[in-house]
């Protein structure tokens, strides 16, 4: 899971005419499914993380010499053993009725390794929003789960590809910090290259890297219809809001100092440098359905990684992209914890060899 | 929808089943990745009579190999490639006196927790 962009939603007002108006439905929504899914979700997680396989242990985020680090802002290409704690905070526009709001969130996301090259997750956010002329809110936001496979990892080319699919369960968190109460489903091909293959000619590229993430994001209901009656003329409008399917594609540049030290020229980088690697992250958003088709949103997310030997910390701004998306610049942080280092034996190994 | 203070407590609570679980188990460990080495990479030196590599943690002797190969792949170290008997972190390896020109070290690590790491750079004599 990684922060949020900002989803459009094209509102719609409609009126019936009082003479004819139809009997309306309201759908029952089963509210108690979300939780008992959430609470079978916890328990699957618990009983196999709790089984004890001896197996060998695999590196994350590694092809041949190079490291690929958790980026914040696009999913990254390998399966691990990780836990993350992010933190996010932006003033998001305001959108027809909806104020400017500055947004502050806190995801987590925990991964696992179910073989060395299947893996899923699962993660939540604790949301704090604070509109323009209203009260502060805050809350749970839905839970995500996903499951990855990484498919492919190339040493000789520094390249890993994987695919997956991950959900937002709806109704799984609160309705006031903007949790939807439909869920949406996202297929993803995501991919990593790094350049230590280029010829010595061009070795100071070779501590380039890029990955990225492309899939649709497919909502399970294709509106929200709310209906209000004028208490005076007993008029009933309906409100629609659309709930598009969208596109996500994101990529990161990254330059890795410690690559250059270990692997190309050590040009006396010490601590905490040597560890250090700058990236510009691209997450973007295009709204392809539902009379929104076209639009993209997203940010560019210049920043720095700093990875230790069981953990990594990062820190970007967020820069949006156009004024749709923003035009406050925001920032994201990250502290990042490497499960398979800290604890091989246990949590950190994969279920089954 | 789940009551917001429930979900807290089902993450709180798997969160500390998993923490207990974890550090029943073992104590900390991390990846092995190079710290510094003599001759540094990329560098030009004058007759090394060894290449030694620093790791950021120790590493397991019995898995840990170091090799010098010239510009024509051919193998020029001594074959003595040993970890360091009183550090651990220590990856190295002898080499004779060598005629000009560009050679290249390639390594391979286990560490402690049994994760594998490899590499390889170039140094020049000059």
Known sequence: MKHKLVELNRHVLTTIDPAGKEALFRKRHFRLLPSILFALLHTAVLVVLLLSIPVSSWAHGMAGERFFPSTLATDDPFVSDEFSL???HIKEPGEGDNPPTKTTEFPFEFSKRITPNLGISIGDSFRYLSPQGSKNVSGMSNMEVGLKYQFLTSAAHEVILSAGVSTEVGGTGAQRVGADTFSVLSPAFFFGKGFGDLPESLKYLKPFAITGVVGPNFPTRSKNISTTIDPDTGEISQNIDRNPTTLTWGF???YNLNYLQSFVRDIGLGAPFNRMIALVEFPLQTCVSRGCGGQVTGFVNPGLVWFGKSMQL???????????????VGVL???HFFIDD????????PIFP | MMEGRS???LWVSTGLCLLVYAFSQTPLSAHSFPDHSEPRVGAAVTAPTSVRIWFDSAIEPAFSTIVVHDGAG????NGDGHVGSLDWTLLEVGIPLLPAGTYRVIWSVVGQ??????????????
């Open chain 1, 314 to 328: 990062g820190l970007e701004a967020q820069i949006p992209i156009n004024d749709r998306t923003g035009k406050s």
């Open chain 1, 252 to 254: 990161s540049i990254q």
């Open chain 1, 333 to 335: 942080g990250i502290v």
């Open chain 1, 86 to 88: 992010l933190f996010s």
């Open chain 2, 7 to 9: 979900k807290v407590r």
């Open chain 2, 74 to 77: 051919q193998r020029v170290d």
């Open chain 1, 342 to 349: 800290l604890f091989p034996k246990s949590i950190g190994r």
């Open chain 2, 113 to 126: 927790h049994g994760h594998r790491t490899n590499g390889d750079y170039t140094f020049t004599i000059k």
